[in-house]
T-cell receptor
Framework: GAGVSQSPSNKVTEKGKDVELRCDPI?????LYWYRQSLGQGLEFLIY????????KSGLPSDRFSAERTGGSVSTLTIQRTQQEDSAVYLC?????????????FGNGTRLTVT | AQSVTQLDSQVPVFEEAPVELRCNYS??????LFWYVQYPNQGLQLLLK??????LVKGINGFEAEFNKSQTSFHLRKPSVHISDTAEYFC????????????FGSGTRLLVRP
């Protein structure tokens, strides 16, 4: 079966432009996370969706970042007015339920480069 | 809020030597602990997890980890490493109060040399 799909795999954008990153989860997975992976920074939590509950947005670094999950399936992470420090790999991960009873399945990520 | 500390950013070790990757966590309630591994040019995958019960948990590829509540640690060990174990290892924690969201540490790069 298909895994977690992220698109685009690479994105180069100019400073100040908006970008949208997409995540297609594994069918039936209710949990969806966005993480940011930077060199030396590990995996930085951004946002967490679980079923129909309100998302946990506590990791979003600024109001330029937002995410939505339509119909409990596809998710889009939007970064407005991109800055050079936004350059990183953005990872999406999904799971069947809560993290303790279902391992997360990770996508291959979107590598964002802001010039 | 929960947090995870991995003090070693990189651990070099010779093949067939033992290795320990350190992980300490912070949480005010009972926790669930995980180790994920990212091999070069691959996505992250679950190595092992501690939910409850025996404090020594075994995972794939001969790795094991021990949950120590008094020291708030969950160190990862392998008695004899292989070249193929070269990868980035991430410790992670979740708890009930945070709706089980998974928080990762900064990662430890294990570099196995021949």
């Amino acid at each position: 079966g298909a895994g977690v799909s992220q698109s685009p795999s690479n994105k180069v954008t100019e400073k100040g432009k908006d970008v949208e990153l997409r995540c297609d989860p594994i069918s039936g997975h209710t949990a969806l996370y966005w993480y940011r992976q930077s060199l030396g920074q590990g995996l930085e939590f951004l946002i967490y969706f679980q079923g129909n509950s309100a998302p946990d947005k506590s990791g979003l670094p600024s109001d330029r970042f937002s995410a939505e999950r339509t119909g409990g399936s596809v998710s889009t992470l939007t970064i407005q007015r991109t800055q050079q420090e936004d350059s990183a790999v953005y990872l999406c991960a999904t799971g069947l339920g809560s993290s303790y009873n279902s391992p997360l399945h990770f996508g291959n990520g979107t590598r964002l480069t802001v010039t | 809020a929960q947090s995870v500390t991995q003090l070693d950013s990189q651990v070099p070790v010779f093949e067939e030597a033992p290795v320990e990757l350190r992980c300490n966590y912070s949480s005010s309630v009972s926790v669930y602990l995980f180790w994920y591994v990212q091999y070069p040019n691959q996505g992250l995958q679950l190595l092992l997890k501690y939910l409850s019960g025996s404090t020594l948990v075994k995972g794939i590829n001969g790795f094991e980890a021990e949950f120590n509540k008094s020291q708030t640690s969950f160190h990862l060990r392998k008695p004899s490493v292989h070249i193929s174990d070269t990868a980035e290892y991430f410790c992670a924690v979740s708890d009930r109060d945070s709706s089980y969201k998974l928080i990762f540490g900064s990662g430890t790069r294990l570099l196995v040399r021949p």
